[in-house]
């Protein structure tokens, strides 16, 4: 069964609303939250690929996966400023900072694509291993990085809100996980999915339900906070 419409559509509500959320709360939010939204765009235009006109655009899909690490790059960044914060209450910088450093990321990541031949299906395979295992390693590390900020603020009324983020980032780990394991070892490939079909399906069931649990949950998290700190 086809679930990539669904999970556009989920990573879309949860992208617009962690985003939502930067521009109405502080600045120690801001890099966090711009992180999570910036998934949407990591999601979408390779999903989008067979609806736009012409043929295949190599370039965008790259471009879709590079701007999917950006976002855990931003948001790791936005849970050790949070971290300091939470141990000094001090804070340095604005929120148009961010946005223009995020920007200029992406920018730059835009130009190095287009300067360089066309990526191929190796190419794109590298470049989602690449990111896939950032994801992996930066969630297990935020898991611990977001504990020690709920050890440092579960008295406050976001704290419970810093468990929920534990909870995105289990499921964010399954999903880039599994779908690193499937890349590693080749499991989709005709060969080794038939000497292996029981590895495959279970890597793929926890791709698909480690992407909606995570999308659902980023929305859900937001929204959470957003009731805490009203």
Known sequence: MD???????????????SFYF????????????VGFFLILFGELLPQAMPFLPGTSIPQVEAMGHIISTIAILVMSHGFQEYYVFSRTLELEGDKRQVYLVTLAVI???????????????ETLRTIRIVGNTNWVFLSLINIDLIRKIYLNVK???????????IAVFVCIFLWKGSELYIQVYRLDLPAVMQAYPVRYQISQITHL????????S????????????R
């Open 3 to 17: 679930f990539s419409g669904l999970q556009v559509v989920l990573w879309l509500v949860a992208g617009l609303v």
């Open 22 to 33: 930067s521009i109405g709360n502080a600045r120690v939010w801001t890099s966090i939250a």
């Open 107 to 121: 920018f730059a990541s835009q130009i190095f694509i287009f300067i360089n031949p066309a990526p191929n299906a």
């Open 155 to 165: 008295d406050s009324p976001i704290g419970k809100g810093f468990l929920a983020f």
């Open 209 to 216: 339900v480690g992407n909606l649990l995570a999308s659902l």
């Open 218 to 229: 980023v929305g859900g998290t937001f929204l959470y906070l957003a009731k805490l700190l």
